[in-house]
């Protein structure tokens, strides 16, 4: 079992930068894949980035591409979301989740573990 901790979320105007990191307990750390997901009011969860356990691989939403960077440090038990040129409607709360599973997936329901998320604003 493992447990997710965001961290980093805040109010920002549109076009700035945020990284928000996700620290897992744990000594497995690396055998999960990672994922962030966001949810906005009224809107279903999304997903946003995913990154495979040895960072071979990562996969990014259309919405996010060119803009956000996942990334991962094993040692640290520690995933990152690093968000440039920040839109209003990448308003949400984020979530990171964890996938045990053996295939690198988009789909929330293939998620094993989820933090309680963290407010990201941005402001126009």
């Known amino acids: 079992q493992v447990q997710l901790v965001e961290s980093g979320g805040g109010l920002v105007q549109a076009g700035a930068s945020l990284r928000l990191s996700c620290a897992a307990s744990?000594?497995?750390?690396?055998?999960?894949?990672m994922g962030w997901f966001r949810q906005a009011p009224g809107k279903e969860r999304e997903f946003v980035a995913a990154?495979?356990?040895?960072?071979?691989?990562?996969a990014y939403a259309d919405s996010v591409k060119g803009r956000f960077t996942i990334s991962r440090d094993n040692a640290k038990n520690t995933v990152y979301l690093q968000m440039n040129s920040l839109k209003p409607e990448d308003t949400a709360v984020y979530y990171c989740?964890?996938?045990?599973?053996?295939?690198?997936?988009?789909?929330?329901?293939?998620?094993?573990?989820w933090g309680q998320g963290t407010q990201v604003t941005v402001s126009s």
């Open positions: 744990g000594r497995t750390f690396s055998s999960y894949h």
């Open positions: 989740a964890a996938d045990q599973g053996s295939l690198f997936s988009r789909a929330g329901s293939r998620y094993d573990y």
């Open positions: 990154i495979t356990r040895s960072a071979g691989s990562t």
